[in-house]
């Protein structure tokens, strides 16, 4: 039979478990919703058939692209399409949202 402290010990160990996996889940949920404003964002540009995307909305789409490793997000901003930008992003966002959904089994 566990004594007090080593049932104390694995409750400490679960507790640390489950924190780092709701911050992970929340920082992937988080970059998900930053990536729909960013998608939103694009949208509106291509309804009104804006062929320039505004440089702090293409910046932030290439930063985040880079640090997903998004072979967009090496190249030179200026000349990608806006549904070149909506396409990798939601490439990004299929990523983010299948590991979420395979935690759950």
């Given at each position: ?8 010990h ?56 880079a ?10 901003a ?6 070149e ?21």
């Amino acid at each position: 039979m566990p004594t007090i402290a080593e049932t104390s010990h694995e409750i400490s160990k679960l507790y640390e478990v489950d924190h780092l996996t709701r911050r992970e889940r929340n920082a992937r949920r988080n970059k998900i919703l930053f990536i729909d404003r960013l998608l939103n964002e694009l949208e509106q540009l291509n309804i009104v058939e804006e062929v320039v995307v505004p440089t702090p909305l293409r910046t932030q789409c290439r930063r985040l692209l880079a640090r997903e490793g998004h072979p967009l997000g090496r190249g030179r901003a200026e000349e990608v399409t806006i549904a070149e930008w909506m396409d990798a992003l939601y490439d990004v966002q299929d990523g983010l949202m299948f590991t979420i959904g395979d935690e759950d089994e």
